[in-house]
């Protein structure tokens, strides 16, 4: 009886070996994967990598999110970045390179769509329960609404506007899919992976993951990643 337990668990973790082995042959090098998405797509060079990366959804999951900064801008257009702040800390916003500077009347402005949407938004911690009280439902659907613990809320501006152009936003969805765009498809070389390890690091490690301040870094369990592109099919990747 035991010699026959012990083989029917014996073949069950052969199988599952077998198993693993398959859908690991499956996936290939990110080298191999651009090269073929390439093809599909030589004649259009701003087609876009988009990678997906499929995470462990943990008891009471709640949605990732944060801002990495990638080796290589993957983006075909700057950022539009929004200050809410007056005074002096407005005129250091202007100084910093800001697109788009205001208090009160700025608020207006985006309520009534005299202003278009930026693309990044920052907030002086004094304007920021005006902004919370009249545009969260605007922009926090979009991931514009500012927050202290994604450094958008700060008395330093300057800085602030600097990380915000040079920083990418992600978030990822209530399944614990997350996806994001890596690069172009005229990246030469090692630029590609270069951007692919430093977000699956980053995410595995939890150093670019949201947390409210003073809490420690969120881990992730990184379960599959694909690479797909504009025009091509996702190719499961060897990382």
Do not use: C
């Amino acid at each position: 009886m035991r010699n026959t337990f012990v083989k029917l668990i014996s073949s069950s973790l052969s199988l599952q070996a077998k198993s693993k082995a398959k859908l690991s042959a499956n996936r290939v090098s990110v080298g191999d994967a651009s090269a073929n998405l390439k093809s599909i797509d030589a004649n259009r060079p701003w087609s876009a990598f988009e990678l997906t990366v499929v995470t462990k959804k943990e008891k009471g999951h709640i949605p990732l999110r944060g801002m990495v900064e990638l080796p290589h801008d993957p983006r075909k257009h700057k950022e539009v970045v929004l200050v809410f702040a007056e005074g002096q800390d407005a005129k250091d916003a202007r100084a910093a390179g800001a697109d788009i500077v205001g208090g009160e009347e700025l608020v207006q402005d985006l309520l009534s769509g005299s202003q278009a949407l930026p693309t990044k938004a920052i907030a002086h911690p004094s304007i920021l329960p005006h902004v919370q009280k009249n545009l969260a439902r605007m922009l926090g659907p979009k991931g514009l609404m500012p927050a202290e613990k994604r450094g958008t809320v700060t008395t330093d501006i300057p800085s602030a506007i600097n990380e915000a152009r040079g920083k990418v936003g992600w978030r990822g969805d209530r399944v614990g899919v997350v996806r994001l765009g890596v690069g172009r498809i005229q990246f030469q070389g090692g630029q590609l992976e270069e951007n692919i390890r430093q977000f699956v690091d980053g995410l595995r490690s939890g150093a670019i993951v949201d947390a409210a301040p003073g809490q420690p870094r969120r881990l992730t369990v990184v379960e599959k990643i694909y690479l797909s592109s504009t025009q091509g099919k996702a190719f499961e990747l060897r990382l």
